[in-house]
C-alpha cells in the first residue's frame, strides 16, 4: 500500500496570508491527524477527522482549521499566518484493529511563514 | 492530566553500544505505548508498538522496549547500535479511545547520535 502522502512538501508564505495542506491517508484508513512539530514545541496535536467529521481537537486557536473528505483526504487550513506558525504539519492516518490503533505519518509539509 | 517524559535529549554513542532511552509517563489508566524514529529528512516510522499481553515487545531493526506498569515506564533498547540509527526517537502514549476521544502525547523526542 502506498503511504501517507502530504502536499505540498514545502511552502513559503508571508504573514497574513493564508495557506492550505492536503493529505492522503494510507487506503482503507479512515482517520487523519494532524500536527505541527518545531524545535521548541517538540509534536503538538492539532485536530482529527473521522468520516468527515472533527472528532478531536488540540489547543490551537480557531485560525487553524481542517476538513475531511468522502475519501478520507483531508485539508488543514491556516488563516492570518503569523511568524510562529512556521513549522512542520505532519498527518497520520489510523488503522484500528480490535481496538488497537496505530498511527501512520506522512513526510510533512515544511511552512515558512516570513 | 497526560504526559510523557524523555529524560535523555540528546545522547551520543559509539558504532556497538548498547542503548537505552528512558520514557516515563503520567496516566492512571490503561495506555497504549510507541516508539516512532524520525531519521534526518525523513518522516516519523513506526518502530514498536504495545497494547497489551507480553511487556517485552520487539520492533523493527533489532529494537525493544520493556513496558513496566508499576514504574510508568517504556525504556527503548538496542543491544548494539550502528550508525544508521542516527535518528530522533518519540515516545509515545495515548489510552484506549473512550467515546471516540482520545488524547496522543508525544514526548520531546531524543536525538542518538551514532559515532563510526
Known amino acids: 500500500k502506498a503511504g501517507v502522502t502530504q502536499t505540498p512538501r514545502y511552502l513559503i508564505k508571508t504573514r497574513g496570508q493564508q495557506v492550505t495542506l492536503s493529505c492522503s491517508p494510507i487506503?482503507?484508513?479512515?482517520?487523519v491527524s494532524w500536527y505541527q512539530q518545531t524545535p521548541g514545541q517538540g509534536l503538538q496535536f492539532l485536530f482529527e477527522?473521522?468520516?468527515?467529521?472533527?472528532?478531536n481537537k488540540g489547543n490551537f486557536p480557531g485560525r487553524f482549521s481542517g476538513r475531511q473528505f468522502s475519501n478520507s483526504r483531508s485539508e488543514m487550513n491556516v488563516s492570518t499566518l503569523e511568524l510562529g506558525d512556521s513549522a512542520l504539519y505532519l498527518c497520520?492516518?489510523?488503522?484500528?484493529?480490535?481496538?488497537?490503533?496505530?498511527?501512520?505519518f506522512g513526510p510533512g509539509t515544511r511552512l515558512l511563514v516570513l | 492530566a497526560q504526559s510523557v517524559s524523555q529524560h535523555n535529549h540528546h545522547v551520543i554513542l559509539s558504532e556497538a553500544a548498547s542503548l537505552e532511552l528512558g520514557c516515563n509517563y503520567s496516566?492512571?489508566?490503561?495506555?497504549?505505548l510507541f516508539w516512532y524514529v524520525q531519521y534526518p529528512g525523513q518522516h516519523l516510522q513506526l518502530l514498536l508498538k504495545y497494547f497489551s499481553g507480553d511487556p517485552l515487545v520487539k520492533g523493527i531493526k533489532g529494537f525493544e522496549a520493556e513496558f513496566i506498569k508499576s514504574k510508568f515506564s517504556f525504556n527503548l533498547r538496542k543491544p548494539s547500535v550502528q550508525w544508521s540509527d542516527t535518528a530522533e526517537y518519540f515516545c509515545v502514549v495515548s489510552p484506549p479511545r473512550s467515546g471516540g476521544y482520545q488524547k496522543v502525547t508525544f514526548g520531546t523526542g531524543t536525538k542518538l547520535q551514532v559515532i563510526p
Open positions: 487506503s482503507g484508513h479512515r482517520s
Open positions: 477527522y473521522f468520516s468527515e467529521t472533527q472528532r
Open positions: 496516566y492512571g489508566g490503561t495506555v497504549n
Open positions: 497520520a492516518s489510523s488503522w484500528t484493529v480490535f481496538d488497537q490503533e496505530t498511527q501512520y
